[in-house]
T-cell receptor
Framework: ETGVTQSPTHLIKTRGQQVTLRCSSQSGHNTVSWYQQALGQGPQFIFQYYREEENGRGNFPPRFSGLQFPNYSSELNVNALELDDSALYLC?????????????FGNGTRLTVT | QKEVEQNSGPLSVPEGAIASLNCTYSDRGSQSFFWYRQYSGKSPELIMFIYSNGDKEDGRFTAQLNKASQYVSLLIRDSQPSDSATYLCAVNMIANQGGKLIFGQGTELSVKP
């Protein structure tokens, strides 16, 4: 069974730039959720994708956008980067959108904005 | 009031002792509850999930849920130094958005040899 994989592992960007993070879901999983985790805090929900459509969004501005592809992999795009966007970005996959499907996280992408 | 609250710790216990981690949540309609372990610099790893009132045991771990009092706890028996990590409590509050978990800020556990 292949777990959730994310790329890249680390990324350094300059304020105002754009970034794309990628995620491959665990085999058998069709739903992908993205989280942002600032240092010393719990992860915060950004959005979830199911059947290539956004299915729920947290309190993040529109410059955070995403995609899901037919093979269930997903991208997180962040435009006009701000210093506060520096965080660990986590992708999690699950089967379906029900509340009884535990999330399994990838290793994350550490984004630093300077 | 935060939606999911945990004591930030650090909680320090001697090796072999029982570690007790607690979590309270605000939405009385919440149905599913999860405990994740996160080592420093790593991603969260699912330890336990619980949906019904009462206790659920898995090896050295026991999750306890009390929906009337809106709290969920995690007990770790025979604590080992390798259990030293931050433990995150997560709650799902929206039935058809299972991916939307509300996390507490985590409790740091330190197990001393």
């Amino acid at each position: 069974e292949t777990g959730v994989t994310q790329s890249p592992t680390h990324l350094i960007k300059t304020r105002g730039q754009q970034v794309t993070l990628r995620c491959s879901s665990q085999s058998g999983h069709n739903t992908v959720s993205w989280y942002q985790q600032a240092l010393g805090q719990g992860p915060q929900f950004i959005f979830q994708y199911y059947r290539e459509e956004e299915n729920g969004r947290g309190n993040f501005p529109p410059r955070f956008s995403g995609l899901q592809f037919p093979n269930y992999s997903s991208e997180l795009n962040v435009n006009a980067l701000e210093l506060d966007d520096s965080a660990l970005y986590l992708c999690a996959s699950s089967y379906g959108t029900g509340q009884y499907s535990p999330l399994h996280f990838g290793n994350g992408t550490r984004l630093t904005v300077t | 009031q935060k939606e999911v609250e945990q004591n930030s710790g650090p909680l320090s216990v001697p090796e072999g002792a029982i570690a007790s981690l607690n979590c309270t949540y605000s939405d009385r309609g919440s149905q599913s509850f999860f405990w994740y372990r996160q080592y420093s610099g790593k991603s969260p790893e699912l330890i336990m999930f619980i949906y019904s009132n009462g206790d659920k045991e898995d090896g050295r771990f026991t999750a306890q849920l009390n929906k009337a009092s809106q709290y969920v706890s995690l007990l770790i028996r025979d604590s080992q130094p390798s259990d030293s990590a931050t433990y995150l409590c997560a709650v799902n509050m929206i039935a058809n958005q299972g991916g939307k978990l509300i996390f507490g800020q985590g409790t740091e556990l330190s197990v001393k040899p």
